[in-house]
């Protein structure tokens, strides 16, 4: 079955960088492209950006003024957020999510279990 | 960036009663749009994607209508286990916006 496991909750100072990562498993990698959304504490979900699971192609919502990068390895298959120059705003949830075979996403039907950074000094 | 109008932003109903909850989209994403249910402490689940086609799995109770601009989700009996929050999500464009979602709780 399709699973997608993220890496641990993260606390981190303002300023700080934080890197997350989203295992996937259940299906074939290559096949799909790869979304991370936000959600901060009691608010609604947040379009972060998108990954082709080669890593050749990326968009990012303008919202995070290139703070924000995600990689993918292959042969872990395995999708990488990292979100740079932290603050307490920032504090949030963040999910990955499988998209479509298109960049324009369709549903965003699997999504990881979700990875809580905390920013606080 | 397409902005979604979800409403109401919270509702209380009965076991067994009828539900609806509104999108509205900013411009025209035909029936590029998906509504997910996110229950308490858990990730978004999928329930309806294209506008009114049903996601595998996901009882019948639940439909989607609407093209365009206007869009409708109904759960046509409400069940104890429907409880959270529903959030509409268009695709026309990017980036992907969500609605501000709808928290649905049990009277």
């Known amino acids: 079955q399709v699973q997608l496991v993220q890496s641990g909750a993260e606390v981190k100072k303002p300023g700080a960088s934080v890197k997350v990562s989203c295992k996937a498993s259940?299906?074939?990698?290559?096949?799909?492209?790869m979304h991370w959304v936000r959600q901060a504490p009691g608010r609604g979900l947040e379009w972060m950006g998108l990954?082709?699971?080669?890593?050749?192609?990326?968009r990012y919502s303008q919202n995070f003024q290139g703070r924000f990068t995600t990689t993918s390895d292959t042969l872990a298959t395995t999708v990488y957020m990292e979100m740079r120059s932290l603050t307490s705003d920032d504090t949030a949830i963040y999910y990955c999510?499988?998209?479509?075979?298109?960049?324009?996403?369709?549903?965003?039907?699997?999504w990881g279990q979700g990875t809580l950074v905390t920013v606080s000094s | 960036d397409i902005q979604m109008t979800q409403s109401p932003s919270s509702l209380s109903a009965y076991v067994g009663d009828r539900v609806t909850i509104t999108c509205r989209a900013s411009?025209?994403?035909?029936?590029?749009l998906n509504w997910y249910r996110q229950s308490p402490g858990r990730a978004p689940k999928v329930l309806i994607n294209?506008?009114?086609n049903l996601e595998t799995g996901v009882p019948p109770r639940f439909s989607g209508s609407g093209s365009g601009t206007e869009f409708t989700f109904t759960i046509s009996s409400l069940q104890p286990e429907d409880i959270g929050t529903y959030f509409c999500?268009?695709?026309?464009?990017?980036?992907?916006?969500f609605g501000g979602g709808s928290k649905v709780q049990i009277k």
């Open positions: 999510v499988r998209g479509g075979v298109r960049v324009i996403p369709g549903a965003l039907d699997y």
């Open positions: 259940g299906y074939s990698f290559t096949s799909y492209y």
């Open positions: 990954i082709n699971p080669l890593g050749t192609i990326a």
């Open positions: 411009e025209d994403i035909r029936k590029n």
């Open positions: 294209d506008a009114s």
């Open positions: 999500q268009q695709y026309d464009n990017l980036p992907p916006t």
